[in-house]
């Protein structure tokens, strides 16, 4: 038979009262159970769920992915934070099950034998690395037939400290908008809102209204005014075309790196170029939900050097913005 077995952290402030490390029943669809219970890891909470056993593992894997949506569906409405992919950076995604640290098949034998030999699992029990997200596992008739390992890191980054006294020539509301969220991104664990908030970070230090060229916009007046307004159709044409007058947020982010980055490569390119494929990562995350965690890992770390560049350059001009 086949088991669905969901795992995730919680929080340090989240506290569920009602769990203990003793299996609860939470619902019985076609003979099916699902249960849950806690498990402390070091300092860490880790919620164990269970639910089968399904005679198809097609079955299983349905049944274990429509569980895993109702977990993170009523973990955000709820407000309880929590970790189900374990990733080093990336606290949530859309992979369906992430090991945080592999271990080999001899690593995984010697951990059997001397729990075996300590007496704590007998020889017929099979052991295996537990999984942040979503696994199918099968056994004969029990999860207890499965003894689950993990390993508990904590990436610690060391430097020195160093500071200088610097006296800028001009500071403003804008720049310290820009830094808070610069900061934030430094702060927080999921890649994707890191990346975002750099990219936000820039967007913040764009003049409000900044229009395009005479000629430009005159070529813009002259379609407008052949357009029949006569209609709620004509009317909409007309104003979605007006508001081209204004120029879009990325323009004015690529106007501003070409004043105080223009001739600064990043990650081997021209200051426009890399800032380019930037906001394409940037556009396909927020308008599709897609983005390439590779490629990200690649351009993040010289995003944020040059929203830092940015900053400072702005802030040792002498005229305010």
Known sequence: MFFARIVFFCSRELEFDNLTDIPMELFEY???????????????TKIILEYG????????????????????????????PINISGINGLLDCKEIAVMPAQLTEFGLSCIKNDLVNAGMISEDIKVLEDVLGLEIYEVKSSMDEIHFVAEDFEIKYKTQFRLERKEYQCWNEKL????????????????????????????????????????YIKLLEDAMSSIDTSNELGKRVKNDIGQLKIKSIGQKCKNLIMQYCGEKLYAGLDSIKFFNTCYKMRSGLVH?????????????????????DIVESIANRKENM
Request: proline share 0%; glycine share 4%.
């Open 53 to 80: 056993g399904f005679d198809d593992k097609d079955k299983a894997k349905e049944e274990g992915m429509r569980l895993l949506r109702n977990v993170k569906l009523e973990m955000c409405r709820k407000n309880n």
């Open 176 to 215: 310290d908008v820009a830094m808070s969220f610069l900061n934030t991104s430094n702060l927080i664990n999921d890649v994707r809102m890191k990346f975002l908030l750099k990219i936000m970070a820039i967007e913040v230090l764009v003049s409000e209204r900044e229009k395009e060229t005479a000629d």
């Open 30 to 44: 076609e003979n099916c159970k699902c249960t849950v219970k806690k498990k402390k890891q070091g300092e860490k």
């Open 288 to 308: 599709s939900g897609e983005l390439n965690l590779n490629e990200l890992g690649i351009y993040d770390e010289q995003l944020r050097n040059l929203t830092v």
